[in-house]
């Protein structure tokens, strides 16, 4: 699958290629995910315009008073309510107050995620987002797995994560760092990698599985590795 932009008078086409070469006879009869016009966004789905959003990139002083969209590429999930996989649009929503990360449904909806970086399972069902960057300690960079289908809810977990890849349709290996309770002779940072599981509905655990060195934690030595509990994402900033 590979994606990219065809200029074509000032149209910029995001057209999405299965298996084909960017110079291949079927690039005619490819559906493109979505086409920008200026601060327009036309959004497809099946050949099918199914919406639109509109970017006001001016004034970024709130939530209510700027709106920037941009298409990030494919994701490849269920498509509801069949089982087969199918390519939807996914976008990068920024407004004054931060942004986060969006797929579209295949009648024009915004699926919101909490963060950045979306990576889906294989089977199309979860979908994870963290952080951009490691170096970013905000609430979006949580880690946090949302159910596509709706069945579950969404949970989150406490350390900054960036997903890196799902080895299986439950299970998922991330880069990680948090911030653990004060200690005298301990690291204020711990960095490390992880795999994140689902043990339950609506439950995941994170297992720290290495430490990785840094400035603040140059020798981390046999420090007894982290575990981490899923909690729901209503909950988060309610505690």
Not at 109 to 126: I, S, T, V
Not at 137 to 150: E, F, V, Y
Not at 154 to 181: D, G, M, N
């Amino acid at each position: 699958m590979r994606s990219f932009e065809k200029w074509l008078g000032g149209v910029s086409v995001a057209l999405l290629l299965a298996g084909c070469s960017t110079t291949s006879p079927q690039l005619a009869k490819t559906s493109p995910l979505a086409v920008q016009k200026g601060d327009e966004l036309t959004l497809f789905h099946n050949g099918q315009v199914i919406g639109r959003r509109k970017s006001h990139p001016k004034d970024c002083g709130g939530f209510d008073t700027c709106e920037i969209w941009r298409f990030i590429g494919p994701i490849r999930l269920q498509d509801r309510p069949a089982t087969t996989l199918a390519d939807f649009a996914l976008l990068k929503f920024e407004h004054g107050e931060g942004g986060n990360e969006v797929v579209i449904d295949k009648v024009g909806k915004d699926f919101a995620l909490w963060g950045y970086n979306a990576k889906a399972a294989p089977d199309g069902r979860f979908i994870a987002t963290g952080s951009e960057e490691m170096d970013e300690m905000n609430g979006s960079s949580t880690l946090s797995i949302k159910d596509w289908l709706g069945g579950e809810e969404a949970i989150v977990f406490q350390p900054s994560c960036r997903p890196v890849k799902w080895i299986s349709a439950t299970s998922l290996s991330v880069t990680c760092e948090h911030y653990p309770e004060y200690k005298e002779g301990e690291p204020r940072v711990w960095r490390f990698d992880a795999t994140a599981a689902r043990v339950g509905v609506a439950e995941w655990t994170l297992t720290a599985t290495r430490w990785i060195m840094h400035a603040d934690d140059p020798k981390p030595g046999n420090r007894p590795l982290p575990t981490f509990e899923s909690q729901p994402l209503k909950d988060f900033f309610t505690e």
